[in-house]
């Protein structure tokens, strides 16, 4: 017999540098339908095997109780610029990415529409309708601290697409390169350690920006307690409330 599922279930998939995290959501409420599921990012990180990993993981999406109709779109969140469904950079994925047609390559290897995102957008998305900045107006800045630095600019709930602070030189490094949750445990740094280097670049971005408020996303917020009371700024600065599954519901809801 055929599965009664609502109509409002969508696949989300975040691909990071180190992990694809996927999960269902209910587009109507921005619920997972049970807690995200993940496998590690294959390495290299080239076209040919993401695709693969994605087929996989929604091939395994499909087989739960809760798996959205098999023509729906699937949201996938990328670790890149993306411009009309192409990869126009690749930080902590293989070059390969570059000038890559996601949408169209992940189209043909899952035989329905897909729709791509930078994955700190869709993260920025999620938190700003669903978690720490939802009903917030202004100028909202969320930055995902993971393999690398994500960052989504959100101005009266309007995303601004494809902000690439992580990038930003502070004392003539890219901050990525020293303040990312990567980062942090490969130098095993201690907390107050990694505070300074957040100090610095979250300083820096508010003076570059003004924001009205800073949330910080990525895995390692679930331990903000560690950190966060270090930090000191005019802006509120708070933890996200979606954590790692902020990509994939902002992923999802993108093909709500
Ligand atoms: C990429 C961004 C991405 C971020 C988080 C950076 O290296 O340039 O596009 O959002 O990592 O994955």
Known sequence: MAKMTPDSLRIGIDIGGTAIKYGVVDTATGTLSRPIAQQRTPQPANPAAIAEAVRAVVADVQSWETAPSQFAAVGVAFPAIIRQGIACSAANISDEWIGQKVEIL?????QRP???INDADAAGLAETTRGAGKGHKGVVLILTLGTGIGSALMIDGKLVPNLELGHLEVGGLKAETTTSAVVRENEGLSWIEYSSRLQRYLSRVEF????DLIIIGGGISVRYEE??????LATPIRPAQLHNSAGVIGAAQIVG
């Open 114 to 116: 897909v729709r791509v």
């Open 227 to 232: 950190f966060l009371p270090q930090i000191l």
């Open 208 to 211: 570059l920006f003004s924001p």
């Open 106 to 110: 992940l189209e043909e290897a899952l």
